[in-house]
């Protein structure tokens, strides 16, 4: 079966393990896959509109599952985007009186993004940032799953044949699931490239837009 989203790979998984039992283990699979290709593959790059509120210096962004922000632009006047320097939280003084940011930082979880000052209009910002796997944070997909869904299906597969106690397919699972990440980090190193090559005016402005699932990165 085709599988594109979150529900189909949890079938999946268990339609290939040969066992229609582990529906409620299936999930629990999935989130220590993330675990792992969170550790061993970068997630791609990716701009988002934001929108800050007038006298307010900080955006919620919990909901974009971010990983580390890259770059942080201000898109509200007319021309290029103003780069907004990314710098340590607690490294630069706090305003009180709104104004115009000239700094931000992001809190320790990368839930927020802080500015030096309250914002003195309801800017709009472009905030490039690098994400997690999150299905298993009621996600529905993912450019991983998409693009490689061979490597999200096989580590789930390598930790249901951990609970399964199936140690002689575990090595066999775990050994090509080695293999396909390192093609996936292949694969996807070169599309980067290309992309930014392809793309070099977006570089000007804060970078390219494509995709990233790099460890080198």
Partial sequence: MAFTNKSDLLTAVQTWMHRSNLSGQAADFLTLAEAQLNRRLNMIEMDQSLTGTQSNRRIDITSYNVSKVIGVWNTYYDGDDVNIPIRPDGSF????????????????????????????????????????????????????????????????????????????RLATLAGALEKFVNEAQHYNSLRFRSDRI???????????????????Q
């Fill in 198 to 216: 392809v793309d070099p005016g977006l570089m000007a402005v804060g970078g390219g837009r494509g995709y990233n699932i790099n460890s080198d």
């Fill in 93 to 168: 003084a706090y305003s009180d009186q709104d104004g115009v940011p000239r700094k931000v930082a992001t809190d320790g979880a990368n839930d927020y993004l802080d500015f030096d000052c309250p914002l003195l209009e309801a800017y709009t910002f472009r905030m490039r940032y690098r994400g997690r796997f999150a299905l298993a944070n009621d996600e529905d997909t993912n450019q991983l799953l998409t693009d490689h869904p061979d490597v999200y299906l096989l580590a789930c597969m390598v930790w249901g044949n951990i609970y399964t106690r199936n140690d002689k």
